[in-house]
């Protein structure tokens, strides 16, 4: 069974500007996560998605958005990117909704943003 | 707020000694624990987990020891293995409605050395 694979692997934008990442998860799986790490803060939660809904929330702003498609690929978008926002995006898929589950992650999408 | 804190940013231990990661949590809520090992350019991969319910859980050379008095938690891996070095996350699971949300710590950089 493939992995979880995202892409790009690595990205470099400017500031302002906005990028979307992809994530296709494990075969079958229908819940896709998203993670945000830095250095000094660990894995940050973005949202969950399953079944093309969102159901689950992080404390980011509204910049950060994201959707499922009906295959179970999904997509996280950041507008207007600022400094800040540098860091390793990693998605993790899982065949149920909920955190107990254990979680299957991809390589991670490395954005740099000058 | 960190719900879930792993107060040692990194370990060094002996080849063939005992390693142990600890992680403490504040929240009484949460009610499953997992560990999640991640090597440098990859995703965190699922180590062990451990309900509420039990105060223990093995997996070959990997034990998970719960004090949920103390809030507390711990990772045993004995013999350790150079291969083991890697960045230990421990992550925390509570129910909200009718979702689950999972808590991670800052995450314990292991070193072994042959």
């Known amino acids: 069974k493939a992995g979880v694979t995202q892409t790009p692997r690595y990205l470099i934008k400017t500031r302002g500007q906005q990028v979307t990442l992809s994530c296709s998860p494990i075969?079958?799986?229908?819940?896709v996560s998203w993670y945000q790490q830095t250095p000094g803060q660990g894995l940050q939660f973005l949202f969950e998605?399953?079944?093309?809904?969102?159901?689950n929330k992080g404390n980011f702003p509204g910049r950060f958005s994201g959707r499922q498609f009906s295959n179970s690929r999904s997509e996280m978008n950041v507008s207007t990117l600022e400094l800040g926002d540098s860091a390793l995006y990693l998605c993790?898929?899982?065949?149920?909704?909920?955190?107990?589950?254990?979680?299957?992650f991809g390589p991670g999408t490395r954005l740099t943003v000058l | 707020d960190q719900q879930v804190k792993q107060n040692s940013p990194s370990l060094s231990v002996q080849e063939g000694r005992i390693s142990i990661l600890n992680c403490d949590y504040t929240?009484?809520?949460?009610?499953?624990f997992l560990w999640y090992k991640k090597y440098p350019a990859e995703g965190p991969t699922f180590l062990i987990s451990?309900?509420?319910i039990k105060d223990k859980n093995e997996d070959g050379r990997f034990t998970v020891f719960l004090n949920k008095s103390a809030k507390h938690l711990s990772l045993h891996i004995v013999p350790s293995q150079p291969g083991d070095s890697a960045v230990y996350f421990c992550?925390?699971?509570?129910?909200?409605?009718?979702?689950?949300?999972?808590?991670w710590g800052l995450g314990t950089s292991l070193a072994v050395n042959p």
């Open positions: 993790a898929s899982s065949l149920l909704s909920g955190s107990a589950n254990e979680q299957f």
């Open positions: 075969s079958g799986h229908r819940s």
């Open positions: 998605y399953f079944s093309e809904t969102q159901r």
């Open positions: 929240n009484s809520m949460f009610d499953y």
């Open positions: 451990i309900s509420s």
């Open positions: 992550a925390a699971s509570k129910r909200i409605g009718n979702n689950r949300k999972l808590i």
